[in-house]
Each structure stands twice: as C-alpha cells, then as structure tokens.
C-alpha cells in the first residue's frame, strides 16, 4: 500500500484479519532521499540490517540503534522510518526468507548511491 492510507483503510476494511506489509525497497528510497548524498551508503547499510533481522525482535533492536546515531543528522530520514517501521518488518512474523533478494539489488540501485 505504500504510505496510501485510504488505500490500506478500505484494504483492513474488507480484510480484517489481514495485514499490510510496506515495501521495503519503497520505504528504503524514501529515506535514502532524505540522506546527504555522502552518506547513503552509510545509512543504506543501517536499513539493511534492520530489514536482513533474522526476527521482528532483533529489527526493532537495529531500529532503536538507527534512530539513535541518525536523528540528530537526518532527523526527517529517521522520521520516516520511523512511520513505517512496523508495517515494514511485519513479514518477520511470518519467516519470509525472501528479503536479501529484494534488498541486495533494490538498495544498490543507481538512484540510492
């Protein structure tokens, strides 16, 4: 759903029991435009270990350690993770091993470097 909020409303609204996963390599772009453009790789490494976490636990454990070094800096890059973050790690509840294929080409794409 991508931060689309009526969207994701009318979504929860016909699917109850469901959830929304946020596309990490959309949330990635967002806060990498939000990052001087020295420092991309630096914070690009820091979203890959929150969303390489083998479980939700250890995401949040790397998050809370984002949010720390990056939110003097780049305080609206961390703003941004920070409205997404549990939308965007939610597939660690359900064991998806699928996330270093998405992210070991989307993070190294030519706009985030």
Known sequence: ????????????????????????????????SKVQVKHKKEVADGLRSIFYATSKDKAMEFFKEFKNKYDKDFPSAVKSLSNSIDSSIIRHARKFCYLKWILGGALNHKYMV
Do not use: I, T
């Not at 979504?11 to 109850?16: D, L």
């Not at 929304?20 to 949330?27: A, T």
């Open 1 to 32: 759903m991508d931060g689309l909020s009526g969207l994701e409303k009318v979504f929860k609204e016909e699917f109850y029991n469901s959830s929304v996963q946020r596309c990490q390599v959309h949330l990635a772009r967002n806060v990498l």
